[in-house]
């Protein structure tokens, strides 16, 4: 404010009936100064620079509500004050707010300042007592909300503190109750001492003010202020004093309308006002006889401005709240949680409402964005009695209101200001947003590592989180080390989806998202913000080298512009990013009516469109509207082209399909008799059928009529086929295929099922007369059993029409038109148990039918259910607890199980009496395979336990533990024993402590037997080679020492983002040792960030063994420097190759070695003219040397002039003027340099512009400074000065 030169403030309940907000400027802060008129202030405040307007309390403000203008009205609106700021300070805002004005939301009285008072007003520095305090608001959550109000929790504080009784407080009116009555006591026991004045209160008296407060609140315009004199007048002297000196009351002196100055009184907070309002309802509501209409009594009391008035009437008398509870629940707009809280007035015990409370968090609990504030609040402190009272809440919806998760204070801030504290109970929590670009539409709301990871730790049961929308901005990934080992086992499901269906999901292994759509598609509309962000995604994708499967420009495609290579659409946007892209569909108009404009796609058009798309596989035109051209000329087609023979067509609103062929450049029809699709949505069946009538009007085939999920039954009195919608498909004489599909799964309350009788379904064939076939695939079609021979007509069994019914299992079925019953084509199908116990029973019904039929089953596959054999009863037990009787006419059983990363699931032992019986079972079983970490077989099966009927079927038996291994498993029956039956298998040892060993089981298994592994890959496990007893050690500390059948030793390290692991330096004594242990080695690897290797190994130190069997060694640092080292065993020293085309980016961090291996890969990489893209110095950068021409790391390394070097990032270390004006100094000698960027750190204010030199200005140099704090900088390089900057999103 100390740029301000007029500062106005007006208090907005001193200004009923003052419609001109000069004149009020006049009378309140001007006084009798008669010289100064409306006029002059109006020239003052418009010809001021800097004039600042306050307007404060709006919510007090007499006419908000005044059907005549006033100057107020017109400022919120913008049509006064337009370039003069404005602050309004209210409790909700008003209806009339202009769209763009800015908004601050102040939060209350936070979990911060409340510790911060008890700190300094009540406990001093004792903890323990702070911490009671604490406790005892957490043991009434219902106090929460209220104590955000200064006052109330100053007043629970000490209360808390001073009484030992200290007494739990159920609802608010009980607390609020407590208070009034110690305020009363304190000031009764002051007027105790001497020399102070004597308070006294008439009991007759309260009525005067709960009826005053009443008809404050209660009226349309809120007159929450009185004059001194009035209210005097009305409660008397003595009253009115005792309550000054409570201090529930408070004077103000003010200037008045009428007179120079007056005192007018207010409460200290609205609470109060609400507090003797509801003593005045309740005494209205409660006279007997009365009939006081509760909609008049509250017609201007809205819930969400006076919510305390109902809860504390509720509170006050328990046959009024029910009264007002019922009057709530019938009101429009006013929600069962706000219900729920009166209820707990009026019941005066949480454990009344607990079953409620219970019921509420058992579904899904959602706050909405739309919501008042009232309905969020009454949800939050819902939340806040489920977490206090540990009832589980199954799934919080948080549906466009998250604003951000505060790590300080471990909660969630709605963007409402609302907080979310009490999450320990929350079991799914769900968020949210936007999957639609909307005018105003944010910048986004960025979630932070540090904020994910508080989410999880706060919310102590959680399970599952998921963000869906497109504002949200999750971190690209999260460290491994930053990740606590309880979030590790607890395995929280993390996932976003963005609005492509695209989902995201956290690999807790390594902290980066999995994307479960591997090559997305894109759907680009007509709407302009649809399109900007589309783009905005396709060049992401294109920038990160993901395939898009298909982009789909719907009705938005205008032209192909040749010179710029690029699709224009009709909105005047451009796509550029279509290297990446293997389909493109141009989808035009297929609808009735008047077509839109023709859009002609030239030859060479169309054959520029070819050439850009590298990746293009097919592009298809779909609309009247395109014209292509009739034919391209042969000598016009590129080789190139013909040689990826791009699938070029283009499908006219009939169906017919026109494909370009690349030896001649003409049009061929792919379809002369078109297919139709019904599907469920009606406009869609109401367009098919108008199409049908078409194409039979014009004697055209219809190939195939593909009635999708909405077929009902066919009428045979009126000859046509009822949809699940109504409409009838009466013409059907040129179909020649009718399909007919339906739920091909199980699914929760699955509707009943079609019965198509034998009377319809003859009546159906009689009625297409050109029908060849007619299929039925789905559950739900119940088909006759057969149809007798002689209902069949003579005219039937001479078209031979072909009927199948396919069940979901593959199962199809034929009717024979000789004898009318149905046959199975399908001898032998295939079945696939889940885990989900639905699908389990669905197919041991399927599974016993076939059994009872005496079909075969080829392969049953258990996925991840099995538990055990039950010898017993011969039958498998599944994870479900159900059992697998039917097992005889199974052919090939697969158990799989968990073959991926992370923590086993509990270990499933099958005995040899097991495997014996379940063999025994199946009678027609050929082959058994065991799949999966978690299944241990027996070691052997003695040949004498084994029948001889086994050995004389020879059932194959394999056990294959984890297939990355490559390592199966047969059980030979001669002698019982395994046999391996991969000549070399590769094994893989993770960072896993029960993994490693069982790798390292694994590994002396096959070195004992002889077998070669023909990779060994140590994944981030290497700590170090122990040279004296010939052995690796490994992170756990466990000791690889089976080592001399190893092929090839892959050591794989730290290659992501974020903290790099300690430094493991590989000396030159332990990779010599090493190499010698392992007597069949062929090749190491090492890569990683943390590994460093010596810089050379002296020849006459090397074995001339190890020169003879020539291993190759190399060692690859950073995957994105593009450099492989590889050890020459002439010399010992390193040879380097480089491994990318383009440019690449050097990171040099703080490690002396990693600086030195930096300098050495920068040395290389500029010798091969390789752009370097950025070079950066992550904690790394000490200064430049005099001369400017080298760079000083932090241990003592110098990196020269690069002229190959594009950008210059320094982090993490302050940069003073003079080094600032050096670091210009040595860009200014590298000609390529155009970006210099100084992250995390201080850099000078403001730098003269003359000592910037003038070389680099021509040069476009861009120099930013992006600080801790979160802000974005460029240097003005003309002015020397630093203007905020907010960097585009995609960036880097």
Request: glycine share 6%.
């Amino acid at each position: 404010m100390q740029d301000v030169e007029v500062l106005i403030i007006l208090r907005m309940r001193q200004l009923s009936g003052i419609r001109s907000i000069y004149r009020a400027i006049e009378i309140y802060l001007l006084g009798s100064d008669p010289q100064v008129k409306e006029a002059d202030i109006a020239a003052i405040i418009r010809e001021s620079t800097s004039a600042v307007v306050i307007l404060d309390g709006y919510d007090e403000y007499p006419d908000q509500h005044s059907k005549r203008e006033t100057d107020v009205q017109r400022i919120l609106k913008l049509d006064l004050f337009a370039n003069t700021p404005v602050i309004l300070t209210t409790r909700y805002l008003p209806d009339y707010l202009a769209p763009m004005t800015k908004r601050v939301r102040l939060t209350g009285f936070d979990e911060i300042a409340r510790d911060e008072y008890i700190r300094k007003a009540v406990v001093g520095e004792d903890k323990i007592a702070l911490s009671n305090i604490k406790a005892r608001l957490e043991e009434n959550p219902v106090l929460e909300d209220l104590c955000q109000v200064p006052l109330v929790f100053v007043m629970f504080a000490h209360i808390a503190h001073e009484n030992q009784d200290f007494q739990n407080f159920e609802t608010v009116t009980e607390f609020f109750r407590y208070m009034i009555r110690c305020f009363l006591e304190h000031l009764k026991n002051k007027s105790k001492e001497l020399n102070t004045v004597r308070y006294s209160i008439d009991e007759n008296e309260y009525a005067a003010l709960d009826k005053l407060a009443f008809l404050a609140i209660s009226q349309e315009n809120q007159q929450i202020t009185w004059s001194r004199e009035g209210m005097c007048k009305q409660l008397g002297h003595d009253f009115y004093q005792t309550y000054l000196a409570l201090g529930i009351f408070v004077e103000e002196e003010v200037g008045s309308y009428e007179s120079s100055s007056e005192v007018e009184v207010r409460f200290y907070h609205k609470l109060f006002c609400e507090w003797y309002a509801a003593h005045h309802i309740v005494y209205i509501l409660s006279q007997p006889g009365q009939s006081v209409s509760l909609d008049e009594l509250f017609r201007h009391m809205k819930p969400e401005d006076v919510q305390y008035v109902y809860r504390f009437a509720c509170g006050l008398n328990r046959k009024v709240g029910h009264s007002i509870i019922q009057y709530l629940m019938r009101s429009p707009g006013v929600s069962e949680q706000f219900g729920i809280l009166c209820m707990l007035e009026r019941s005066r015990n949480v454990r009344d409402i607990l079953g409620i409370v219970r019921s509420n968090c058992s579904g899904t609990v959602t706050i909405k964005g739309g919501d008042n504030r009232l309905l969020q609040r009454s949800t939050v402190q819902l939340l806040d009695i489920a977490a206090k009272r540990s009832i589980i809440v199954s799934n919080l919806h948080l549906d466009q209101c998250f604003a951000k998760f505060d790590a300080t204070n471990a909660c969630i801030v709605l963007q409402s200001g609302l907080r979310l504290t009490n999450l320990k109970t929350v079991k799914v929590l769900r968020v949210t947003g936007r999957m639609k670009r909307t005018v105003g539409d944010s910048n986004g709301i960025e979630v932070t590592r540090e904020e994910l990871l508080g989410l999880f730790q706060t919310c102590e049961t959680l399970n599952e989180i998921r963000f869906e929308g497109r504002e949200y901005l999750l971190p690209l990934s999260v460290p491994v080390e930053m990740i606590p080992p309880a979030l590790k086992t607890r395995n929280i499901m993390v996932s976003y989806e963005d609005r492509r269906g695209t989902i995201h999901q956290l690999n807790w292994d390594d902290g980066q998202w999995q994307t479960t759509t591997s090559e997305p598609v894109l759907r680009i509309s007509q709407e302009v913000l649809d399109q900007q962000w589309a783009l905005e995604e396709l060049a992401r994708l294109t920038t990160d080298g993901i395939p898009v499967s298909c982009i789909h420009l719907d009705q938005c495609f205008s032209k192909f512009d040749v010179t710029n290579a690029c699709i224009v659409l009709t909105s005047g946007l451009r796509v550029t990013s279509l290297k990446t892209v293997k389909a493109l569909c141009v989808d035009g108009f297929m609808g009735e009516g008047i077509i839109p404009s023709r859009i002609e796609v030239t030859s060479e058009e169309l054959l520029g469109l070819l050439q850009t798309c590298e990746t293009l596989e097919e592009i298809r035109f779909e609309g009247r509207e395109f014209l292509l051209p009739h034919s391209v000329p042969a000598e016009m087609i590129p080789p190139t082209l013909k040689t990826r023979n791009i699938m070029v067509s283009y499908e006219d609103r009939r169906g017919t399909i026109h494909q370009l062929n690349w030896d001649d450049g003409q049009w061929q029809t792919t379809t002369n008799e078109p297919s139709l699709r019904i599907p469920q949505e009606e406009l869609d069946q109401q367009w098919a059928l108008e199409e049908l009538a078409r194409l039979t009007t014009d004697g055209i085939l219809v190939s195939s009529l593909h009635l999708e999920q909405c077929f009902s039954k066919f009428d045979v009195t009126n000859a046509c086929i009822v949809l699940k919608s109504g409409l009838r498909l009466t013409i059907l004489k040129t179909v020649k295929v009718l399909r007919v599909t339906g739920r091909i799964r199980e699914t929760v309350g699955d509707c009943k099922g079609i019965e198509v009788t034998r009377l319809e379904l003859l009546g159906l064939f009689q009625k297409c007369e050109t029908l060849k076939e007619i299929r039925f695939e789905g559950r739900e079609f119940l088909l006759p059993h057969s149809v007798p021979a002689e209902m069949i007509p003579p005219t039937l069994k001479t078209r031979n029409i072909m009927v199948s019914y396919e069940d979901g299992r593959g199962m199809i079925h034929q009717l024979n038109w000789d004898d009318g019953q149905w046959q199975t084509t399908t001898n032998e199908p295939a079945f696939r148990i889940s885990q989900e116990e639905l699908d389990q029973q669905w197919a041991l019904e399927e599974l016993a039918r076939l059994s009872t039929d005496g079909i075969h089953v080829s392969c049953l596959h258990l996925d991840r259910c099995f538990s055990k054999f039950d010898v017993t009863n011969a039958c498998i037990v599944l994870t479900s607890g159900l059992r697998l009787t039917n097992l005889k006419t199974v052919k090939v059983l697969h158990v799989g199980g968990f073959t991926g990363t992370g923590t086993i699931p509990s270990r499933i032992e099958v005995t040899r009496e097991e495997l014996l019986g379940l063999l025994q079972t199946c009678e027609t079983l050929e082959e058994i395979r065991f799949v999966g970490r978690e299944y241990h077989l027996p070691l052997s099966v003695p040949a004498e336990l084994i029948p001889p009927t086994m050995k004389t079927t020879n059932i194959k038996v394999s056990y294959e533990r984890d297939r990355e291994h490559g390592v199966i498993h047969q059980l030979n029956w001669d002698d019982g024993q395994w046999q391996t039956t991969t000549s070399e298998p590769a094994l893989r040892i993770p960072q896993e402590v029960m993994d490693q060993q069982w790798a390292l089981e694994e590994l002396a298994r096959l070195s004992t037997d002889g077998i070669p592994v023909s990779c060994l890959h140590l994944d981030q496990c290497f700590s170090k080679f122990d040279a004296t007893n010939a052995c690796i050690v490994l992170t756990s500390a466990l000791r690889v020492t089976n080592l001399k059948t190893v092929k090839v030793l892959h050591v794989g390290g730290f290659t992501g983002t974020g903290t790099i692991p300690s430094d493991i330096e590989v000396t030159r004594e332990e990779l010599l040792g090493l190499l010698q242990t392992c007597e069949t080695l062929e090749e190491i690897r090492f890569e990683g960030l943390e590994y460093f290797l010596p810089l050379s190994i002296q020849a006459e130190r090397m074995p001339p063994t190890l020169k003879t069997r020539n291993i190759k060694v190399s060692y690859e640092r950073y995957r994105e420097h593009g450099v492989v080292h590889q050890l020459n065993w002439d010399d010992g020293q390193w040879q380097h190759q480089i491994t990318v085309d383009g440019s690449v980016r050097v990171d040099i961090f703080q490690g002396k070695l990693d600086q030195q291996w930096g300098k050495k890969e920068l040395a290389v990489l500029s010798t091969a003219g390789v752009s370097i893209n950025r070079l950066y110095l992550h904690r790394s950068f000490s200064n430049i040397t005099d001369n400017t021409q080298s760079i000083i790391l932090t241990s003592g390394c110098t990196i020269p002039v690069l002229h190959t070097v594009r950008e210059l990032r320094i982090s993490y270390t302050d940069v003073d003027l003079e080094v600032f004006l050096r670091i210009l100094a040595y860009t200014k000698e590298c000609t390529k340099i155009t970006w210099i960027i100084f992250e995390y750190c201080n850099v000078p204010d403001e730098v003269d512009a003359k000592l910037i030199p003038h070389l680099l200005k021509q040069r476009g140099l861009k120099v930013y400074w992006f600080p801790k704090t979160g802000e974005e900088y460029i240097l003005d390089l003309g002015a020397g000065n630093w203007k905020k900057w907010r960097r585009q999103y995609g960036r880097d």
